[in-house]
């Protein structure tokens, strides 16, 4: 496996993007320049599940080969369970499940094991299988759904903390992810400063632009804020 970058996200950075919905990073991001941030069929498992940040921990499948997909390849060095016990806490799980929804990737017993090692969150552009049973781990998961065959009738483990592609969207190791009712984003590792600052005021800038449709006012001018809005809300945001 390749070193990954450090996993330890500083706890005022999850303190600030956990209040920053993903909706609000795909817009900076966009700004930024970046379209592609959206891991596509992440969907919350289940209603309720908070919003979490965390850095990348990433896990990657192949297509099945029947020679290597095999029940057999569980206690392997290169497996799902090896790659488990090198999760650290705090950490969100992404893998590539290059899409496929006939074949669970993890379940119950895999979930209740990162659940006990502080992992934050599973993230899956798969699906995964026994979800009665993920879902009493209390692991929160985002995925594609659910399936009841294991991994191997499907796909193929290779490797873990590698760059990967999930959901159409490139991951590397240590990069940054935040997950929410509307699925989760990345956010590249080198621009997390920046949006540590970014984020809260656009935020903030939205907060305002609602409180002002609440009170009648219309779009245009506002939503975006044209340079009059702009000092309208510069002088509401000012400290008192």
């Known amino acids: ?19 920053v919905t993903t909706a609000t990073l795909t817009t900076i991001l966009l700004k930024k320049g970046l379209r592609n941030v959206w891991l596509r069929g992440t969907r919350p498992l289940r209603p309720g599940q908070p919003r979490l940040v965390g850095r990348a921990f990433t896990l990657r499948f192949v297509p099945a080969r029947e020679d290597l997909a095999t029940p057999e390849s569980w206690a392997s060095p290169i497996s799902t369970r090896a790659a488990i016990e090198d999760m650290p806490a705090g950490c ?8 496929v929804t006939d074949a669970g990737i993890f379940g119950d017993i895999l979930c209740a094991r ?16 026994d979800v009665q049973g993920v879902t009493a781990t209390s692991l929160p998961v985002w995925c594609s759904g659910a399936a009841a065959p ?24 240590g990069d940054v992810v935040v997950v929410d009712d509307d699925g989760a984003v990345l956010i590249p590792a080198k621009l997390l400063d920046e949006m540590l600052v970014l984020a809260p005021e656009q935020e903030r800038l939205e907060s305002w632009i609602m409180s002002e449709v609440e009170q009648g006012a219309s779009l245009p001018g506002l939503y975006p804020p044209n340079a009059e809005n702009k000092a309208r809300y510069l002088a509401a945001s000012k400290p008192k």
């Open 92 to 99: 969100i799980a992404v893998v590539d499940s290059m899409g």
């Open 150 to 173: 294991p991994s191997v009738a499907g796909l193929t483990f290779v490797a873990w903390q590698q760059p990967i592609g999930c959901g159409g969207v490139a991951v590397f190791p």
């Open 114 to 129: 990162m659940a006990r090692r502080g992992v934050a969150a599973l993230v899956t552009d798969g699906v995964v299988r």
């Open 1 to 19: 496996m390749t070193d990954a970058a450090p996993m330890q996200l500083d706890p005022k950075a999850i303190e600030i993007l956990s209040q």
